[in-house]
């Protein structure tokens, strides 16, 4: 009797790697790839349709932000595979590296002539004509580091000094390095996708409540002392106070929702994509995504993002051990909180943030990490205990 809970217990135990490994190879979840690959290819006709008429004002093509998503799209697809057939385990001993890597990519990022400085904010590395973004990159790395360390902890994460606070540090330093970008949709997710770990892993909430409330201070005194955040603020409570300057962003996006309807006004027939509502093929997508294609259009997505939830957490509570569980909760999270803050954003129901729509905006980087990702889950489900 004891034998058989011992190796109950084991099959969830990173200490005992024999015992761990008792499992087969799965086939693929398809309902989860399904989703995935549903979501990119309305990704990828949104993209055409929402940014033909800057593509064409900008360089005379109006699939040219298309094009160079579909190239991102295969280069993403070969670092997919490659997350999925690698052994995740051997991820485990390269957290720290990767995150370690991660910092120093945003510290270059703050480096003037090294880091890109685009619309005042200095986000990226690389050249005019290929750049990518190390703050996207290390939603990952975070994810795969807390994994690894969950995982040796144990029980031990109900300890607010001995687990909880230790893995708390790195995050918040990361997270403060993304503010400077300035970017503090993305540092805010870096803390929501951490929090979503640390309670999946059996943080008590009194704990999680107490490290929420010591950061709020620091939230309310970095949006005091900027007047650009403390205008995305009254303008997220009044847009319509200062329609044509501060709150010009959202009344455009619920103008571009209100006038879709329940079937949409027809794909391709946008009117606000032409230069009536900004970022409309990145950060402001869905919004002419609702435009073109209604309601009905906007809750597939929505739903898309759902079953990915749901199956990614089926994969979770099926996985061989403690690594693959958080590894794969992660991940999920990493996706979903994004795409619910950007939704979230373009109805008004969240301040203005510059959070992507994972597979659907545009933008390499977000798509590169978001695949990889979902591949990382897939490769958790190849793996299940034998009966």
């Known amino acids: 009797m004891r034998n058989a809970a011992r190796m109950e217990r084991a099959a969830y135990d990173d200490r005992e790697p024999g015992l761990r490994r008792s499992y087969v190879a799965a086939p693929p979840d398809t309902m989860l790839f399904a989703a995935v690959a549903a979501l990119v290819g309305i990704g990828l006709v949104m993209i055409f349709s929402a940014s033909s008429a800057t593509a064409y004002a900008e360089h005379n093509d109006v699939a ?13 697809a070969i670092f997919a595979y490659g997350a999925y057939r690698i052994d995740y385990h051997k ?19 703050l480096v003037p002539h ?4 685009v619309n005042g904010a200095r986000r990226w590395i690389g050249t005019s004509s290929l750049t990518f973004q190390p703050s996207e ?62 309670f999946a892993a059996g943080a008590r909430l009194a704990h999680l409540g107490m490290i929420f409330s010591a950061t709020v201070p620091i939230v309310v005194l970095s949006i005091v002392a900027s007047p650009y955040k403390r205008a995305r603020i009254f303008a ?13 962003h959202i009344v455009q996006s619920l103008l571009a929702l209100g006038s879709g309807g329940l079937f949409g006004v027809g794909l391709g027939a946008s009117r606000a994509k032409y230069f009536y509502l900004p970022e409309q093929y990145t950060d402001f997508i869905f919004s002419i995504l609702g435009e073109e294609l209604g309601l009905i259009g906007a809750l597939v997505v929505v ?11 089926r994969i979770a509570m099926a996985a061989p051990d403690r690594f693959g569980f958080f590894l794969s909760v992660g991940c999920a999270a990493l996706i979903v909180i994004q795409a619910f803050i950007n939704i979230g954003v373009v109805s008004s129901s969240w301040p203005v943030t510059g959070v992507p729509l994972p597979f659907i905006s545009f933008g390499g980087s977000s798509l590169i990490v978001n695949l990889v990702a979902v591949a990382l889950i897939l490769n958790v489900g190849r793996h299940r205990k034998v009966a």
């Open 303 to 313: 739903v898309l993002f759902v079953v990915l939830a749901y199956r990614a957490v």
């Open 137 to 198: 990159f290390t939603k990952l790395a975070i994810v795969i580091y807390l994994a690894a360390m969950l995982a040796a902890r144990g029980e031990r994460i109900t300890s607010l000094t001995k687990g909880l606070i230790p893995l708390c540090v790195p995050v918040f330093l990361l997270a403060v390095l993304v503010l400077k970008e300035p970017d503090m949709g993305t540092a805010s997710l870096y803390v929501m996708l951490a929090f979503a770990m640390f």
């Open 236 to 248: 997220f409570l009044d847009p319509w106070k200062d329609p044509q300057n501060t709150g010009f």
């Open 114 to 117: 090294v880091g890109i400085s």
């Open 91 to 109: 991820l485990k001993r390269a957290a720290p590296y990767l995150l370690a890597a991660s910092g120093l990519a945003l510290l270059a990022v």
């Open 64 to 76: 040219f932000y298309a094009k160079r998503q579909a190239v991102w799209l295969v280069v993403g």
